[in-house]
């Protein structure tokens, strides 16, 4: 049984905050039910290619942005326009434990699915509405994308190269970061709750925003620039308070070096053939490293690229200096330590006969993960969760179909 086995949660959202904080909860044993819209269902189901390829090597019709955030649940196709749509979905919630939505600020009251009319029926629910810029502030109402809140929360202006150097400029991340923390934020606030209902047995509304959550994850960024008033710039790979901590060349590419004391910067000198770099009081500690980083860097990249990546990595790993190669993802799943860890999965699939998964990284002794079903078809369990939950017949199901509710 995983750790969250005796909870019931009712997924209404889509894309990726949302159903991430699904899947993680689905991943610990929920009963996550996802609710779709009839005949297309979450929005990412179309967004491909590339898609899941079936055994002749086709596309289905299976996402591979669907199928990252959409593990272990069970989806149910619900037209919750329909006032009999909005009656089950409320009924649902009456049996469930928690209710993720990320709809626009107020969308879910006019169909009666909005936290008060929820907590109506089921005042144990835990409700987490997920939204760009969240349920108050001049902002609320508007749409709220990932990559517009990189932007707009500062992250972009700490990412990419500096000023002066070819293809300076704003960058965003290369993945969704700001929906993953998002959603992994929204996981602990759920669990947060759930804590508070265990002690009060009242359930409460979670109002999680895709903007603070950006905002929280500038850290030590947004610490650099609160305590000098100072907005820090942009460095590419390199760090605005430990040096060397970036990315050189090499002999046949490029590894990163990250050094983060003053021992480790003396035995990386000592492997780089130049151990007067430790006694020079340029270097000789991280504070006159920062400050001398342009000096020490183009000394450092004169040095590395008289070794290739792999004899860096293995004479520094022996000094006890970190390291570590720039790998694309078909090395990076070819790693030994990746292999280790079991970070790629394999699942059942009605359509391709098996699916690829990345590996939950949530390790627990006694309650461990469980794989139990690949990301759902649409609507794959509207028949079995509305009779299981509602008692609903097999003649009342297929006049729900007929009339477009299911």
Sequence with gaps: MGAL????VLDLSRVLAGPWAGQ???????????????????DTRAWGPPFLKDAQGENTSEAAYYLAANRNKRSVTLDFTQPEGQRLVRELAAKSDIVIENFKVGGLAAYGLDYNSLKAVNPKLIYCSITG??????????????FMIQGLGGLMSLTGRPEGEDGAGPVKVGVALTDILTGLYSTVAI?????????????????????????????????????????PQRLGNAHPNIVPYQDFPTADGDFILTVGNDGQFRRFAEVAGQPQWADDPRFATNKQRVAHRAELVVLIRQATVFKTTAEWV???????????????LEQMFQDPQVKARGLAVSLAHPLAGSVPQVASPIRLSETPVQYRHAPPLLGEHTEAVLSELLDLDAGHLQQLRETGVL
């Design 314 to 328: 293995s004479q520094l790993e022996a000094a006890g200096v970190p390291c570590g190669p720039i790998n694309n």
């Design 191 to 231: 669990l947060a709750a759930l804590a508070h209902r265990d002690q009060q047995g009242i359930g409460q509304h979670i109002d999680m925003a895709l903007l603070d959550v950006q905002v929280a994850c500038l850290a030590n960024q947004a610490m650099n620039y609160l305590t000098t008033g100072a907005s």
């Design 24 to 42: 993680i909860l689905a991943d610990l044993g929920a009963d996550v039910i996802k609710v779709e819209r009839p005949g297309s269902g979450d």
């Design 133 to 146: 810029f969240g349920q108050t502030g001049p902002y609320a109402k508007r749409a709220g994308y990932d």
């Design 5 to 8: 086995s005796h909870l019931r």
